[in-house]
T-cell receptor, first 115, second 117 residues
Framework: GAGVSQSPRYKVAKRGQDVALRCDPI?????LFWYQQALGQGPEFLTY????????KSGLPSDRFFAERPEGSVSTLKIQRTQQEDSAVYLC?????????????FGPGTRLLVL | AQTVTQSQPEMSVQEAETVTLSCTYD???????LFWYKQPPSRQMILVIR??????QNATENRFSVNFQKAAKSFSLKISDSQLGDAAMYFC??????????????FGKGTHLIIQP
């Protein structure tokens, strides 16, 4: 594809509701990252996939957060029983190969507001 | 663990002038990478410039250059001939080489750059 896409772009959820955020990486990119960006802050790492394998989930803030990438392409970040502190922009990024210096290409993000 | 600090929440510069954005970092690794990312109001983050820690030479990309001071753990971004399209949030980020490959980026809090026409 032309770039990383994410859907929905905006999501309003009631506290306690489950949400699912989708990321379509650039075709052929092996690595996929999820970040959480609170208002006025820099993005914070949540989790990392190499193909379908979730190799690092150290940044997930609680067990309410779950991510998957079952076929090594599209990824879904799921948040169960949303809380107000989950309100943030969720960014997805992909890179071609698994190397620290590789450029990460970011999607436009999903802005989640929990009421 | 890595930390990245950007001490300038906001900077303003006249169009066509030069501006420098500051960044300091801390890492226990000897092999790491540093990045500047730009996030315009539309929020799609794009890479501006990248520096490998093992390289002495400062990276340059057209009007963008860095001043990498490894001993001081400083990594500033210089934008020459500022243009209106440069207005954005700028994030400094680092990535450590863990031996296994790609790790998540550690970002600073960002600097909001305003270009005065």
């Amino acid at each position: 594809g032309a770039g990383v896409s994410q859907s929905p772009r905006y999501k309003v959820a009631k506290r306690g509701q489950d949400v699912a955020l989708r990321c379509d990486p650039i075709s052929g990119h092996v690595s996929l990252f999820w970040y959480q960006q609170a208002l006025g802050q820099g993005p914070e790492f949540l989790t990392y996939f190499q193909n379908e394998a979730q190799l690092d989930k150290s940044g997930l803030p609680s067990d309410r957060f779950f991510a998957e990438r079952p076929e090594g392409s599209v990824s879904t970040l799921k948040i169960q029983r949303t809380q107000q502190e989950d309100s943030a922009v969720y960014l997805c990024a992909s890179s071609l190969i698994r190397r620290s210096q590789e450029t990460q290409y970011f999607g436009p993000g999903t802005r989640l507001l929990v009421l | 663990a890595q930390t990245v600090t950007q001490s300038q929440p906001e900077m303003s510069v006249q169009e066509a002038e030069t501006v420098t954005l500051s960044c300091t970092y801390d890492t226990s690794e000897s092999d790491y990478y540093l990045f500047w990312y730009k996030q315009p109001p539309s929020r799609q983050m794009i890479l501006v410039i990248r520096q490998e820690a093992y390289k002495q030479q400062n990276a340059t990309e057209n009007r963008f250059s860095v001043n990498f001071q490894k001993a001081a753990k400083s990594f500033s971004l210089k934008i020459s001939d500022s243009q209106l399209g440069d207005a954005a949030m700028y994030f400094c980020a680092s990535s450590e080489y863990s031996g296994g490959g790609a790790d998540g980026l550690t970002f600073g809090k960002g600097t909001h750059l305003i270009i005065q026409p």
